[in-house]
Structures are given as C-alpha cells and as structure tokens.
Nanobody, 126 residues
C-alpha cells in the first residue's frame, strides 16, 4: 500500500521558517513527479511547488517563489519543502502528492496526482 506521510508543520511567527517532510512508503518514488499543495480554510486546494520525475525541472507558485524550496532525498524516499520568510497568508494545511507516471512532467494541478498524504498544519502568526 502506497503511503505519504507529512511532518514538520507547526506554529511560527511571520518571518520565520519551517521545514516540511514527506516520507513515502509502499513503492519507490525516486522516479515519480512529486509536489506540494496547500489548502487554507474556506479556500480551494492550491499548488505550491513540484518537480519532475528526475528533479531536473521545478515549478513554484508565484506567492512562494524565492521563499520556498522543494527537494528530494531518493535514498530516504522523502521530499522536503523548506519554507522561509513565512507570512500569515501561508497559513494552511500542506499536502504532499505523487503521480503514478513519470510522463507527467511538472504537475501544477491536483488532478494530476494519484497519491496524497494526510496533510500537516502550518500556522503563521502576525
């Protein structure tokens, strides 16, 4: 059974940093596109960051460019989202996602992903 488990969320003041991790199990994710999405209360789930199956290409949502960095550790089967200069508007539940096929490229739509974690809460206070 494929599982994605996020961790690292919490409460942080504006301007602070958090590092989210996504641990994958059940199969090898080193050759699959993966990404991060978030959902704030009352809003739809939105794209945050993603990379292609070999991490050669990455894409970031405009609001997080220059502040967030997505990375992968294939040896540990984990994906990380480093979040710096956090703002109150970054408050949301953050989800890790993986696609079944490497042909996806860099997916920016939630419908393009097949596996999802349960989410981790990030709260940024002003």
């Amino acid at each position: 059974q494929v599982q994605l488990v996020e961790s690292g969320g919490g409460l942080v003041q504006a301007g602070g940093s958090l590092r989210l991790s996504c641990a994958a199990s059940g199969r090898t994710f080193s050759n699959l596109p993966m990404g991060w999405f978030r959902q704030a209360p009352g809003k739809e789930r939105e794209f945050v960051a993603a990379f292609s199956w070999n991490s050669a290409r990455t894409n970031y949502a405009d609001p997080v460019k220059g502040r967030f960095t997505i990375s992968r550790d294939n040896a540990k089967n984990t994906v990380t989202l480093q979040m710096n200069s956090l703002r109150p508007e970054d408050t949301a539940v953050y989800y890790c996602a993986a696609a079944k096929t490497p042909r996806l490229g860099v997916g920016v739509y939630s419908e393009q992903y097949d596996y999802w974690g349960q989410g981790t809460q990030v709260t940024v206070s002003s």
